[in-house]
């Protein structure tokens, strides 16, 4: 199974997970500092900056996108509850 | 730097504590704006205030045009607008700054747009979800607003306000204004009180300390690890005044009160664990089955190295304190028996005031004794990951008696805690 190397730049942890995993699954796990609600891509909570490695991350959904959209979220931000990584490196901190 | 007297006169019959509508000075050319609410007692439905509050709201002027900074309470609308039409007309304000959008701070916003429909709106990158959803109401989405975050600017003129993005104290939204050339840092929430004194200023009003711990407890405490992030902002500024949302305006030792909330976000307690994790086993028991399930898990715990357990009849004591010992904790695991289908009372009057702390990512756990078909575990896992608990191992039931082999995978149990809290984070997506 393809894997990608996920780090939270807030508190410096680099872990390795299988393809499909939404970052929030794991920042929940190492203790990152992103905060979330509803876990279902609504509430924007956990609206968080990808440093780098954005094209590692699957297309946001239309959900996704509305709602990146209603919080003027600039280019580069996810919601961490929805972004699923592909492969790769990705680097995200809490907005 | 010499501090205006406050300028507030009261009118004939006017009870102490009521509204007279004029501005009052805080700094040259910054004004309160604000309106006292002395008749409220409950704030929130979570805070009660022996003293009412304040709204407090601030216009900043500069040579090129003035700055509002926060509203009032829709109620406390005419207050708010009086007094700011005592010191600049509409068509001056070029800014409104909302360092934090709850309704107690924007209720006057949707007015304030319609009649300064130039301002531009400056608000923190977490803030234009919320603002959408409560204007949405009132039709008046701002003409112009844009997202700040720290290190932006706003120039009014010889008069420049910075902003400092902190988050979480206490909504997403939240923010800090700071203007540089006075020193003053409108903190928004931070800071403030519930405490309604018509003489305003910190070194004029009566005792508020309490006040000021109080509403650090409930609101801030949650928060513990966002407060202690934002104080690396304001910390290293050169302040004279810090005046927040609610309550005193902070003229006299401003610094003392930032260093009070130094204090509050450090950890409470001294913890003589070390560099080991901390395990903390609660249990209630009415006849001995959970209480044996609970030294079991202790008993499973401590053969690892590196966690020190400590375990509770939480039949014993308030949950207040228990409270306390979990803030500090690395993770707990909460033993129940099962009645009537469900867990007993002090398990979810414990559960029901751990949202005063900040909780999120610690390790969670529940375990019991049972009659007949043991709801309590499940239930109380639930209730733990809604808390945003970690729950990496499943909990543990036991029907009536628990026998030496079930003894001993409550051990195993415990042993298992224990592995999760010292497994290294970066382990942990594996692991768990």
Known sequence: MPKAKVTFADVGVTLTVPAGTRLIEVSEKVGAGITYGCREGECGTCLTKVISGGENLAAPSVLEDQVLKDSFAPRGHRLACQAQVLGGDIVVKPV | MAMPEPIIARRRNEPMGSNTNRAIEIAPGVHWVGAFDPDLRSFDLILRTANGTSYNAYAVRGEQGVAVIDTVKENFAGDFFARLESVCDYAEITTVVVNHLEPDHSGALPELLRRAPQAQVCLSI???????????????????????????????????????????????????TYLGELGILFSGDVFGCHFCDTRLFNDKVGDF???????????????????????????????????????????????????????????????????????????????????????????????????????????????????????????????????????????????????????????GAAFGSYGWSGEAVEMIEHRLRGLKFRVPIAGLKVKLTPTSSELKQCQVFGRQLADALITPASQRFNAD
């Open chain 2, 126 to 176: 977490r803030a234009p979800l919320m603002l959408k959803a409560l204007l949405r109401a009132a039709d008046t989405l701002p003409r112009g607003f844009k997202t700040v975050t720290t290190g932006d600017r706003v120039d009014l003129g010889g008069r420049t306000l910075g902003f400092l993005h902190t988050p979480y104290l206490h909504w997403p939204d939240t923010q800090c």
């Open chain 2, 209 to 363: 300390r309490f006040s000021f711990e109080y509403y650090y407890a409930h609101i801030m405490r949650p928060f513990r690890t966002h407060v202690a992030r934002a104080l690396d902002l304001i910390e290293p500024l050169d302040l004279s005044i810090v005046a927040p949302a609610h309550g005193p305006v902070l003229r006299h030792g401003p610094r003392d009160y930032i260093k009070r909330y130094r204090e509050l976000a450090t950890p409470r307690l001294t913890n003589e664990a070390g560099g080991e994790k901390t395990l903390l086993v609660f249990y209630l028991s009415a006849y001995g089955n959970t209480r044996r399930m609970a030294e079991a898990v202790r008993t499973g715990a401590e053969t690892l190295t590196g966690v020190r357990v400590s375990l509770y009849d939480l039949e014993g004591v308030e949950p207040a304190s228990f409270v306390d010992l979990i803030e500090e904790a690395d993770g707990f695991a909460l033993g129940s028996p099962t009645i009537n289908g469900d867990g007993v009372k002090p398990v979810w009057d414990l559960l029901s005031s751990l949202t005063a702390i900040d909780i999120a990512g610690k390790l």
